[in-house]
């Protein structure tokens, strides 16, 4: 079982700390921390700031949170600084952020400092697993899509033992690992930068992060775009549903654009995966859940995506050979060759949407609409109807933001929605966009998510535009 709103990212490692203990920590004295700034991987700079574990009670107990900058080129006509993440939950922006030069512009980065920082408890902000490599193989090899009683309790058992594993990985900050709370740090860092206004690159879950901030700090927000939008105030059945009938869609539209393959074909895989999974050389199964993470992993673009789609079902279907199937999984999973996750995303995706979402269903609720899910998506619907389970045993409440999230007031920012995005559904998007007074919506019409940075160039060239004049393209501007 898994979550699905996630970015493909880059890994690296982060190593950079130079700050003084105090055990008598305040606001101001938060904000007054002087960032001892190092040369890292060769043209970027790396440090590492402090911020309270709990916002509430302000204590000696902080995070410590890395932060890597890649510096504009052209000094002398520097416009500021642009924070970036990349979504998840649990994506690791100073990976994105080591990837200035391939995630903006020229234009930008010549002009603009690009910021990433890891959020609490992701990557190289004190980075948090709950599972062991093989805790994490069942974990993510659960699944009860079938609606069977035995495969329910399996299911339920997997979760109360994440969630209790968590705990005790997390001791007293199991309750603070919320995106309300990251917000708050990245107002930390934009003090402690001195950058008068936040300027921000969202993709994905990272819109969610940066609507948060905007409802927090409204006058500190200077040129942000929110990309593959979250709706803000959506709930997590809303959220599994609108992203089953979203990939369910983008999965008919893959089919529709070939001859190799036909839904039949997807429904007799899975269907096999789920009664006698295809086993690789090394003895591994490729469960129907993994065959659902596969499949999911692959539409997220079509350009390169959906080839090797179409050869993962050609060596699954035809040679009953589940290699590519399983490297598609991993790849979504963080999973390399040996069986090693390389980040955490898994573990921390989990921890952040149980504290950031609500789940009020009860388990014979969330069975009961197993009906519902498969109706309106007959493929990833009956999967993603038990996604948000392990919240239901969670053992922390959840940090939800006190905050009016229907009518922000800040600069005018950029939304950008593409039609047939599979995670973050476009109806999301056009729903940010009047969460805001003054936003702009951006549509790609087209395949995939996000829209930004995909080869696009009106896409792109809108938001090099907005970030260089702080001018919003013309009023819905539609891309294709």
């Known amino acids: 079982m898994s979550f699905l709103l996630v ?41 590492s700031f402090k911020v309270p574990v709990d916002y509430e009670k302000i204590s000696k107990n902080t995070f410590t949170l890395k ?94 033992a994440f969630a209790a594993k968590c705990k005790e990985a997390a001791g007293a900050k199991l309750g603070h690992y919320s995106t309300l709370e990251a917000a708050k740090d990245m107002e930390v860092l934009r003090n402690l930068l001195k950058e008068k206004n936040l300027n921000y690159l969202g993709k994905s879950y990272g819109t969610y992060l940066g609507t948060l901030y905007a409802a927090l700090y409204p006058q500190s927000v200077g040129r942000m775009v929110l990309d593959g939008a979250v709706a803000p105030n959506i709930s997590l059945r809303e959220q599994e549903l609108a992203q089953a ?42 469960t129907e859940s993994l065959v659902i993470t596969a499949i999911a992993q692959s539409l997220y673009d079509s350009k390169s995506g959906w080839p090797a789609l179409t050869n993962a079902l050609e060596l699954a279907l035809e040679k009953r050979d589940p290699r590519a199937i399983l490297e598609l999984a991993d790849r979504y999973n963080n999973r390399d060759s040996s069986g090693n996750y390389y980040s955490n995303q898994n573990d921390i995706s989990i921890m952040i949407t149980c504290l950031d979402w609500q789940e009020n269903r009860t388990v014979d609720q969330m069975l009961a609409e197993q009906a519902i899910f498969k109706n309106k998506s007959s493929v990833f619907g009956p999967y993603l109807s038990f996604a948000a389970l392990p919240c239901k045993y969670w053992k922390a409440k959840p940090k939800l933001p006190k905050l009016d999230l229907s009518k922000i007031n800040t600069k005018p920012i950029l939304v950008i929605g593409v039609t047939q995005d ?7 998007a056009q729903t940010l966009s009047k969460s805001f007074l003054n936003a702009d919506l951006l549509t790609l019409k087209g395949e995939g998510h996000i829209g930004h940075n995909r080869g696009n160039k009106c896409v792109d060239s809108a938001v090099d535009s907005y970030f260089l004049t702080g001018e919003a393209p013309a009023k819905s501007l539609i891309c294709t």
């Open 7 to 47: 970015a493909v990212l880059v890994v690296s490692s982060l190593s950079y700390l130079k700050i003084t203990s105090d055990k008598s920590w305040t606001l101001d004295k938060i904000n007054s921390q002087k960032l001892d700034w190092q040369d890292c991987y060769g043209g970027f700079e790396c440090s």
């Open 67 to 160: 932060v890597l900058r890649h510096n504009a080129s052209d000094r002398q006509n520097r416009l500021g600084a642009i924070f970036v993440n990349p979504g998840g939950p649990g994506g690791s922006a100073t990976d994105y952020a080591y990837n200035a030069e391939s995630i903006v512009s020229p234009e930008i980065s010549s002009k603009f400092d690009i910021i990433g920082f890891d959020p609490r408890g992701i990557n190289s902000s004190e980075p948090i697993r709950c599972l062991t490599n093989s805790e994490e193989d069942e974990f993510l090899s659960a699944d009860a899509s079938s609606g069977e009683p035995k495969k329910v309790r399996e299911l339920i058992a997997i979760s109360k």
């Open 245 to 286: 009938v979203g990939f369910d869609k983008a999965l008919d539209n893959y089919l529709s654009s070939q001859n190799n393959f036909k839904m039949k074909d997807v429904t007799k895989l899975l269907e096999r995966s789920s009664s006698k999974p295809l086993k690789s050389e090394s003895g591994r199964l490729a």
């Open 422 to 428: 599979p995670a973050t559904p476009y109806k999301w």
